[in-house]
């Protein structure tokens, strides 16, 4: 029933394709573009929010207070992410392991080190090698406070290698449907864990791109729902056991939690995308993967003023809506507090980063 539910969206989606405008496509483009940087960071940390992401990749502008690493990081993300783009344009050539520690080599920049205190005021550090897989051991404190090892460093290379032998030749032979490829390769892949940063954002990478490369939209793990995903790989390891080459291996039998919660995800950014392109409303907007529901009609009307007209005034935008200056100011604050709208410091003018594809 599952799999014909995500068959029929997919149809649903494919439908469309041919007649999507270039505003259309610019529209889609230009929201995966935030929401997947702005949620797959957001994941692993980073500060910035919404809006200061979306200024920084559509002009390049600094907005706000931010720790300049997570400025960079975000920039980086992009990079990554318009590079693994261009492979998926370039053909379906074989996945490799240089791509994969080329994508990670782009997104971390460049070698760092890691200061960590100890007990008894002690200290350690250790650097954190961009495109090189690890060199020390590493492991996670799940939510239930176990500690679970990943691979260790020396057993890493051959797993890898197995990775992406297994992946090319299971692509080849059909075996999998798209969903079930991409969920298993990214299960082996977590369970490997190789680098010693940046695999939560290399798995997510790696899965649009086996995504995209068979003509599938991609994806976006939202921040929001970060502990559903990370309970169905829990879930998943408690069924798989606690041995990496066990993970690493694993089977679609084994991680049936995790295709079931990566089913859902599939279908949910598909159903997504098709109503935001299918949607003739012109009050409705969308922010960060759902569709806003205004207790006023007057939110909607103000967002499309301010996005014909981002330096209007207050008293201006009293009257093309119809309503005091004091209810605009309130609408308004709201609207900021939500993360709808954002107010630049430079010109004072309005930003709008709810989307609409009309």
Do not use: C
């Amino acid at each position: 029933m599952a799999q014909e539910k995500l068959n029929n969206l997919y149809e649903r989606w494919k439908a469309l394709q041919p007649l999507l405008t270039e505003a259309q496509q610019s529209s889609l483009s230009r929201r995966f573009t935030i929401e997947y940087n702005y949620n797959s960071n957001h994941i692993e940390g980073n500060t910035l929010t919404y809006g200061q992401t979306e200024l920084l990749l559509m002009f390049g502008t600094v907005s706000g207070e931010g720790h300049l690493h997570d400025f960079s990081e975000m920039k980086a993300s992009q990079v990554g992410l318009e590079m693994m783009s261009q492979a998926v344009k370039e053909g379906n050539m074989p996945v490799t392991q240089h791509f994969i520690r080329t994508l990670h080599k782009t997104i971390l920049r460049e070698d760092y080190t890691v200061y960590r205190n100890l007990p008894g005021g002690q200290h350690t550090s250790y650097v954190i090698h961009a495109g090189q897989y690890k060199t020390r051991p590493n492991s996670v404190i799940t939510r239930y406070g176990d500690r679970f090892e990943y691979a260790s460093p020396e057993e890493t290379p051959a797993l890898m290698t197995d990775l992406v032998n297994w992946y090319n030749e299971a692509e080849a032979s059909g075996k999998y449907t798209v969903v079930e490829l991409a969920a298993l390769f990214h299960y082996r892949y977590i369970r490997i864990h190789p680098f010693e940063d940046g695999n939560g954002r290399i798995a997510r990478l790696m899965v649009n791109y086996i995504l995209a490369r068979h003509g599938w939209p991609m994806i976006v793990v939202r921040s929001r729902k970060k502990t559903d995903y990370l309970e169905a790989l829990h879930k998943t390891d408690m069924a798989v056991g606690p041995v990496p080459s066990d993970g690493a291996h694993a089977s679609l039998t084994k991680i049936k939690k995790f295709v079931k919660y990566f089913t859902k995800l599939v279908e949910e950014e598909l159903t997504y995308n098709i109503e935001f392109i299918e949607n003739k409303d012109a009050s409705v907007w969308w922010y960060d993967g759902e569709k806003i529901a205004f207790r006023s009609p007057n939110a909607s009307k103000i967002l499309g003023i301010l996005k014909d007209n981002p330096y209007i005034t207050f008293a201006k935008l009293s009257e093309e809506v119809g309503i005091n200056v004091s209810a605009i100011q309130k609408l308004l604050d709201g609207m900021q507090e939500k993360g709808y709208i954002q107010r630049r410091d430079s010109d004072k003018s309005w930003y709008v980063l709810a989307s609409s594809v009309l």
